[in-house]
């Protein structure tokens, strides 16, 4: 267990490091944020300025190695923007996004249940194949229509609820169902595939000509089975979730992580990037970190398939 | 007994939470809070020193005073400076208000406003705005309330880019420091901060200790809002009682919904294709006084921006110093420009358009209008679009040949410098290299006489539009939407919104 | 027989493949191949007819059956031009990272050992990776044209394909006639191709249909943020996202480039869910 342990730390900071060299690179290397900042309208010699004041024109090499450092003491510097430790900008974020994601992230497991099962028990029935799709439609759907079009129907049409921020209950609502709508079909699948091998031993079993099982405790046991994988995946979906997340804080305006991630991305204000890269790269894999020592909590077998 | 008892105590409990909710949110209601939505919010409040121009200002404007200000037909008027006049070409001297006070009691004066000047001026707080006053040699406080002003050489409008110079308090600044102060900045203005997330939203509230008097309304809830049709949308429901950049095609319909409307003003703005007149394609005039005819700029501003532009044949429109009245737009003359085109040899030409896309509205929609048309008179021309970064890199480095899309903007001054300044041989992002045009525009950057002024500015006006070194576009207007509950808002060519004045029924 | 198909496979679901997502995406790729051959000029614009209505409505005219864009292009053939994009594109990023991704499993799973977890890091960090952040610093850099669209794509989707094969070679590893293999002298190149190989091909193809639609839908989300494939050609996504601001006033601009993309999607999940119905329900699990 305590192996386990270190060499998940051990594996978390080498992702870190990894991630963030590739980022550092890349972002240096592909345009210049001072430039970015002061605009076509602005002068040119506080551009010059700047970029030596952020030690910008000194070799690639030594910067790496200096930030490197100063990521060690998770110093990231301070936004070329707005000059805020770029650490506190990614953490004062943080907890919306979390919110928002967990939030679809449970609603998408809390509707993908159901539906699965009722799609794997019921699957002759046409009613579970239109939901299946409609869970498909949802994925298939891109996030900058599903989102202007709850918009257009519930807040501004019907009235029911605000368009956008996150100040209240009743803000969260939309978006966090485009956001669960990214994740749906996939799990509904996962759980219905599940669900399909636990029934498909039943089938051969008892010979039921109408498909439709009785037996309650077949439907808890398959359940149960098909949180397994749902489990397994959550870690990784989550962080395409963040992914999907940074378009849904763009549509409906919500103060997040991804929001100002893609706003510094953009405008090259690359401390506030890598920090906050940083900050999503950490809670992802520590979420796949603790998912997998769950897992193996759950089943010994697994644990020593991984230790093997 | 017990059961009723409890029963009793609940009750009791839940409608002494009502009323305790009832009163708070009445007490709420009887606040009056402007809500406006933006395309975007600044990233620190640091006036001065890192950005310049909206939609900083926007939030900057309440919270700080300047010296000078620009009202809303662009015309520079006294704010905290009373009157100003030159005791020689190269001095000036301003009158200050004497009740000027900071919301923490801190007094403007004369040394005040030394101390923000000279903080700009120093090179080493790398303040962006400097740039704008590096006319400035020095500053003075003659006594609290006169400011002397030495420029390094004759500066006809001195008092015009103090426009751009918001006003802080010293002692503050000194004993809170850089870092306290952005997490809590104190100003002159009407308003002051109460809640900021950087690039995301403010709060700013209605303070009485300002020159410029107390508000009417209590508070401010700015919001940036990215995307078009959300910002529509909360100016729809109510959520928003203003919003900047309504989308023209939405304007029309949104005008005939109940309880809004859309206004418009236009922006100390210009958008034209800049062409490098160094590149041997386009270096005869003749070429490119032909790609100007063969764009119809009127169908642009009509089709593209629905009707928010001003086609035109100039860099100032009406609202700037150095507009040229007798100047009107190249007509829409394909056939005239087909044969000019032939007339001088150029009927292979084949152009790449740069782009940015979303960084001004409709750029890339413009961008693909214009290469349509040119494509018809037989010019070869494509379309590149940038991303934001890569395109202002490239401006900056001369890059982007033969040609691009850009927007200049001459606001808060509405003084034509600002634009005409890109288009001297000598910088970096310019690609017109006219020996007159330069001879022109440094002799209006000394000439005092403000009827002299605009008459060289004119014949830069002239030069310009006969050499074109650019498709000379339009124009744009600033959209807003408002709503009917919104009393005295008005649109401005900075895109300053003025809250003093703004009442809430 | 093929091994692949019946070793390891305990049960085995009896649905057949349904025909109308092959019918579908029959028709798809029909007309992406041939549509923009007979309709007309994508980029013929006219600032005179912009915005008109699908021809059915009041204010439409037959000219353009389905209205026309801000700039007055006909709506239809920018639909054609963007349905051929999307799908090259969906097509050709998923098959990269396939490539990709299947090689390095083999690897992975074959060799073990340090390249075994070096190669599974890897793919970690690429599952966990926000794509969005790394699109946008490597297509501002290197500029919006396809190639560069395809290796972002292709560098976001392999990490999958690498840990079902290497799972499934991990799986077969145990089995005796790979031994058999090794002690006849057949080399570590023979017996990933004609052992290994064929028995990743089920669960890859079930993979790569998946992927298809999601690369599709990925493209679309980068051309919201201005990153995906540049104009004048866009993807269905690309031309959905020109449109957005006007969902209401005209909503012909999104509905129909939505409608074909859902189609396309839907289609795309609906045969790799019958191709993993059919070909071994438990084994597609990862």
């Known amino acids: 267990m305590t192996r386990l342990l270190v060499r998940r730390a051990l594996e978390l900071a080498i992702t870190l490091i990894g991630i963030w060299t590739v980022l550092f690179f890349v972002i240096r290397l592909s345009g210049d944020p001072i430039a970015l900042l002061m605009g076509p309208n602005a002068s040119a010699e506080q551009i010059e300025a700047m970029r030596a004041d952020l030690g910008l024109d000194r070799p690639l090499a030594t910067q790496y190695l200096l930030e490197l450092k100063r990521m060690a003491t998770l110093d990231f510097g301070r936004s070329i923007r707005g000059g805020q430790r770029a650490l506190d900008l990614a953490c004062s974020r943080l907890a919306i996004s979390l919110q928002l994601t967990a939030s679809a992230m449970l609603l998408a497991v809390a509707l993908a249940i159901p539906v699965g099962i009722a799609a794997a028990a019921w699957r002759e029935r046409r009613w579970t194949r239109w939901l299946l799709g409609l869970t498909f439609l949802g994925q298939a759907l891109p996030i900058f229509w599903t989102g202007p079009m709850l918009i257009l129907l519930f807040a501004v049409t019907w009235q029911l609820l605000p368009v956008a921020g996150w100040q209240s209950l009743a803000h969260g609502v939309l978006p966090v169902i485009t956001l669960a709508s990214v994740l749906l079909a996939k799990l509904a699948r996962m759980v219905r595939a599940e669900m399909l091998e636990v029934l498909g031993q039943d089938y051969i079993r008892t010979a039921r000509s109408k498909g439709l099982p009785q037996n309650t405790i077949l439907m808890v046991h398959g359940a149960r089975n098909a949180m397994i994988p749902v489990i397994t995946v959550m870690g990784t979906e989550f962080g395409q979730l963040v992914g999907a997340a940074v378009l849904t804080e763009s549509i409906f305006a919500i103060p997040g992580l991804g929001d100002m991630l893609l706003n510094a991305a953009l405008a090259r204000d690359y401390p506030v990037v890598q920090a906050g890269v940083f900050v999503i790269t950490l809670v992802v894999v520590g979420v796949n970190a603790m998912v997998d020592i769950a897992y193996t909590l759950i089943d010994p077998r697994v644990r020593h398939a991984i230790d093997a | ?505 | ?286």
């Open chain 3, 1 to 286: 027989m093929r091994s692949g198909l019946a070793a390891g496979s305990i049960h085995r679901a009896r649905t057949p493949v349904r025909r109308w997502p092959v019918l579908l995406l029959a028709l798809f790729v029909g007309l992406a191949l041939f549509g923009p051959l007979i309709a007309p000029d994508p980029l013929a614009q006219s600032l005179r007819a912009r915005l008109q209505p699908p021809a059915w409505l009041e204010d439409g005219t037959l000219k353009h059956l389905l209205g026309t864009d801000q700039l007055g292009r006909d709506l239809l053939a920018r639909l054609l031009s963007g349905l051929r994009v999307s799908l090259a594109l969906g097509l050709a990023a998923a098959t990269g990272s396939a490539l990709l991704g299947v090689g390095l499993g083999l690897l992975a799973g074959y060799h073990r050992g340090t390249i075994e977890g070096f190669i599974m890091r890897l793919a970690d960090i690429q599952l966990a990776f926000p794509l969005l952040v790394l699109a946008i610093a490597i297509l501002a850099l290197v500029g919006g044209s396809l190639t560069p669209l395809v290796l972002v794509l292709t560098l976001f989707g392999w990490a999958i394909y690498a840990r079902v094969v290497r799972a499934a070679v991990l799986v077969q590893q145990q089995m005796d006639y790979l031994n058999a293999a090794r002690i006849a002298g057949a080399g570590h190149l023979r017996i990933i191709v004609r052992h290994l190989l064929p028995n990743v091909t089920a669960p890859v193809l079930v993979l790569w249909t998946f992927s298809v639609a999601q690369m599709i839908v990925l493209e679309g989300a980068l051309s919201f943020l201005g990153l995906g494939v540049r104009p004048p050609a866009p993807s269905l996504g690309g031309i959905m996202s020109d449109g957005r601001q006007l969902l209401e006033l005209a909503w012909w601009l999104t509905v129909f480039p939505g409608v074909t993309l859902v189609a396309l999607v839907v289609a795309f999940n609906a045969l790799g869910d019958d191709l993993r119905d059919w070909l071994d329900p438990r084994a597609m699990r990862t």
């Open chain 2, 1 to 505: 007994m017990h059961g009723i008892l409890n029963s009793v105590t609940r009750w009791l409990l839940s409608a002494i939470a009502l009323a305790v909710g009832i009163g708070a949110s009445s007490a709420w209601a009887q606040q009056k809070v402007l809500k406006v939505a933006l395309g975007s919010m600044v990233a620190a409040l640091d006036p001065n020193a890192r950005t310049s121009g909206p939609p900083a200002t926007i939030v900057f404007y309440p919270v700080f005073d300047t010296l000078t200000f620009s009202n809303d037909k662009g015309v520079v008027v006294p704010s905290v400076a009373t009157e100003w006049k030159n005791t020689a070409p190269t001095t000036w001297e301003f009158q200050l208000r004497s009740d000027v006070r900071f919301s923490n009691g801190e007094v403007l004066d004369a040394a005040a406003a030394k101390f923000t000047l000279d903080r700009v001026l120093n090179p080493d707080n790398k303040q962006v705005v400097r740039a704008r006053i590096a006319t400035i040699k020095s500053v003075t406080a003659v006594n609290s309330t006169t400011l002397r002003i030495e420029t390094a050489n004759p500066d006809p409008i001195l008092p015009k880019r103090l426009s751009s110079i918001f006003l802080l308090p010293p002692n503050y600044l000194r004993t809170a420091g850089e870092e306290g102060f952005a997490a809590k900045p104190i100003g002159s203005g009407p308003f002051s901060v109460a809640a900021f997330t950087p690039s995301s939203q403010v709060r700013l509230e209605a303070v009485s200790t300002s020159w410029r008097g107390r508000p009417q309304v209590d508070a401010v809830e700015m919001r940036a809002i990215p995307e078009a049709s959300t910002r529509v949308a909360t100016l729809r429901t109510g959520e928003s009682h203003i919003i900047e950049s309504v989308p023209p095609d939405l304007a029309q319909r949104l005008s005939r919904e109940r309880g809004l409307q859309v206004v418009a003003e236009t922006l100390g703005q210009v958008n034209l294709i800049l062409l490098n007149t160094a590149n041997p394609a386009l270096n005869k005039k003749e070429v490119r006084q032909a790609l100007n005819l063969a764009v119809d700029k009127a169908a642009i501003a009509e089709g593209i921006m629905k009707g928010y532009a001003v086609p035109t044949g100039q860099l100032v429109a009406a609202n700037g110093t150095g507009y040229n009245g007798a100047i009107r737009p190249y007509a829409y003359d394909p056939v005239k420009a087909k044969a000019m085109l032939e007339a001088a040899g150029a009927t292979n030409l084949s152009l790449t358009l740069h782009t940015t896309q979303g960084l001004q509205l409709n750029d890339r929609e413009m961008t693909e209008a214009v290469a349509g048309y040119l494509n018809a008179v037989g010019v070869k021309t494509q379309i590149q679009v940038l991303e934001t970064a890569a395109f202002v890199q490239q401006y900056h480095g001369g890059g982007m040949d033969p040609a691009f899309f850009i927007g200049w903007w001459y606001f808060p001054a509405m003084d034509g410098d600002f634009v005409y300044a890109w288009n001297q041989s000598g910088m970096k992002q310019s690609r017109f290299r006219n020996p007159k045009f330069d001879e022109l525009y440094t002799a209006s950057t000394r000439e005092m006489n403000p009827g002299k002024r605009e008459e060289i500015m004119q014949s830069m006006a002239a030069l310009f539009h006969d050499e074109a070194p650019g498709i000379l576009l339009l124009h744009p207007r600033q959209t807003y939407g408002v709503r009917q509950e919104v009393q005295g808002f008005v649109p401005r060519p900075d895109r300053v919104i003025v809250f003093d004045r703004i009442r809430l029924q």
